[in-house]
């Protein structure tokens, strides 16, 4: 998955001062988001969107469900075998969905003429991946689909489904995304092609952030060692963002 972004000249001074304020601030982010995760997870209870279709000591129907379990059968069906080799159909009651949001942050290949391994992960501080809570994690759901690791079905269909059930969650509840923009966060939906075009929930904060030249990128990976890079978050767009609702306060006058 190749992202545009930002380029912007550093030289190894600035880069050393500027990598370690954005750990810092992307500390705080994230410290800041499960905070948020952890007040509103009550709103995000999968019976809400599946009712009986997940296993559940409440036996009582919940209006609409039908149409959220087909829409996510239908969502499943088409990237369950590749590269999963899983079976495309679900067979209700699934296995329960835990009520708990968890996040990782989001991550990309960039690649890169000059380096011998072509590409390099990118980290991004200021967006994560949303999903209900998993036992796989991406990084091993990855691994598993391409032999690196012993396949463990379950967890695999499980992982895959806890993303699709907040993305069809967060479409038959739109306030909710509404809910995300209040709290400054926007919420974005991506495919992630190394597993499949799985779509996933992005949050991101408004921080805008930016990569040096690959020349660069390529140096620092080459010291280290390590075929990854974090994006680094521009000093002057933490001075600019902007308040959503004083902006929409500012219009109403402008207009009456």
């Given at each position: 998955m190749e992202e545009r972004i930002f380029r912007k000249q550093l030289n190894n001074?600035?880069?050393?001062?500027?990598?370690?304020?954005?750990?810092?601030?992307?500390?705080?982010?994230?410290?800041?988001?499960?905070?948020?995760?952890?007040?509103?997870?009550?709103?995000?209870?999968?019976?809400?969107?599946?009712?009986?279709?997940?296993?559940?000591?409440?036996?009582?129907?919940?209006?609409?469900?039908?149409?959220?379990?087909?829409?996510?059968?239908?969502?499943?069906?088409?990237?369950?075998?590749?590269?999963?080799?899983?079976?495309?159909?679900?067979?209700?009651p699934l296995p329960p969905i835990l009520n708990q949001l968890d996040t990782v942050p989001f991550q990309y290949s960039l690649f890169l003429e000059e380096s011998e391994d072509k590409t390099v992960s990118i980290t991004s501080p200021t967006q994560w991946i949303l999903s209900y809570r998993s036992e796989c994690p991406l990084n091993r759901l990855k691994a598993m689909a391409l032999g690196m690791e012993p396949r463990q079905p379950d967890e695999m269909?499980?992982?895959?489904?806890?993303?699709?059930?907040?993305?069809?969650?967060?479409?038959?509840?739109?306030?909710?995304?509404?809910?995300?923009?209040?709290?400054?966060?926007?919420?974005?939906?991506?495919?992630?092609?190394?597993l499949g075009s799985l779509p996933v929930v992005i949050l991101k904060a408004p921080v805008e952030t930016f990569l040096p030249p690959d020349d660069f990128i390529l140096q620092i990976t080459q010291l280290s060692g390590i075929a990854a890079f974090q994006e680094i978050i521009d000093p002057e767009a933490v001075k600019k963002i902007t308040d959503p609702l004083k902006e929409a306060l500012r219009s109403l006058i402008a207009s009456s």
């Open positions: 001074e600035e880069f050393l001062k500027l990598r370690q304020a954005t750990e810092k601030i992307a500390q705080l982010l994230t410290k800041r988001l499960k905070g948020h995760l952890e007040v509103i997870k009550p709103l995000f209870i999968p019976r809400i969107l599946l009712g009986n279709y997940i296993k559940s000591a409440l036996m009582d129907e919940v209006p609409g469900t039908d149409k959220a379990f087909t829409e996510l059968q239908e969502m499943y069906g088409t990237i369950c075998e590749k590269p999963f080799a899983l079976p495309r159909k679900l067979t209700p269909r499980q992982t895959i489904i806890n993303h699709l059930a907040l993305f069809v969650f967060l479409k038959h509840f739109p306030a909710l995304n509404q809910l995300f923009e209040d709290l400054r966060y926007q919420v974005e939906t991506k495919e992630l092609a190394d």
